[in-house]
């Protein structure tokens, strides 16, 4: 079956500008997280959606960054006025359990 | 705070040699156990999980759990050099998943 798409898969914007980042999960997984890895360095968990609860928004790094799942299946991370540190790839994962997750490809954004 | 700790490596094992990778993590009441394997430029990928003490076998690799000592390894049989990546090691609290930072692994033709 399908698995996780993520969208754009390249985004190149300049500093101060907002960006989207897009998520299609796995049909029927209830949980949706985002994590952001920079160049070498581990996964850095942002925030978590399960089902209709209130999102886990411990990871958020600024109030610059938010995101929303609609539906309780597609997912998009919003960054606002971005900066030269936000330059990262964004990574997408589902899971219908929390703990087995799947991930996209990845959005990797550059902030000029 | 939770922790997962991983040896950042490179951990370079000749090809058709076994390659033993460790992970020990912090929080005793951790419950399951997965292996992501990340290859360069890649999203991390699930190959192994694990909920119960002792050793579990899928194929070429073997997951084993040691809940009284908080260690996981991960061993590849029969190494080849498409296993050459990053493998993270996470284990699952309250969740979500706590993630090593992970091991490179290099295997050498």
């Known amino acids: 079956g399908a698995g996780v798409s993520q969208s754009p898969s390249n985004k190149v914007t300049e500093k101060g500008k907002d960006v989207e980042l897009r998520c299609d999960p796995i049909?029927?997984?209830?949980?949706l997280y985002w994590y952001r890895q920079s160049l070498g360095q581990g996964l850095e968990f942002l925030i978590y959606?399960?089902?209709?609860?209130?999102?886990?928004k411990s990871g958020l790094p600024s109030d610059r960054f938010s995101a929303e799942r609609t539906g309780g299946s597609v997912s998009t991370l919003t960054i606002q006025r971005t900066q030269q540190e936000d330059s990262a790839v964004y990574l997408c994962?589902?899971?219908?359990?929390?703990?087995?997750?799947?991930f996209g490809p990845g959005t990797r954004l550059t902030v000029t | 705070q939770k922790e997962v700790e991983q040896n950042s490596g490179p951990l370079s094992v000749p090809e058709g040699a076994i390659a033993s990778l460790n992970c020990t993590y912090s929080?005793?009441?951790?419950?399951?156990f997965f292996w992501y394997r990340q290859y360069s430029g890649k999203s991390p990928e699930l190959i192994m999980f694990?909920?119960s003490n002792g050793d579990k076998e899928d194929g070429r690799f073997t997951a084993q759990l040691n809940k009284a000592s908080q260690y996981v390894s991960l061993l590849i049989r029969d190494s080849q050099p498409s296993d050459s990546a990053t493998y993270l090691c996470?284990?699952?609290?309250?969740?979500?998943?706590?993630w090593g930072a992970g091991t490179k692994l290099i295997i050498k033709p």
């Open positions: 994962a589902s899971s219908p359990n929390h703990y087995e997750q799947y």
């Open positions: 049909s029927g997984h209830t949980a």
């Open positions: 959606f399960q089902g209709n609860s209130a999102p886990d």
């Open positions: 929080d005793r009441g951790s419950q399951s």
């Open positions: 694990i909920y």
């Open positions: 996470a284990v699952g609290s309250n969740y979500q998943l706590i």
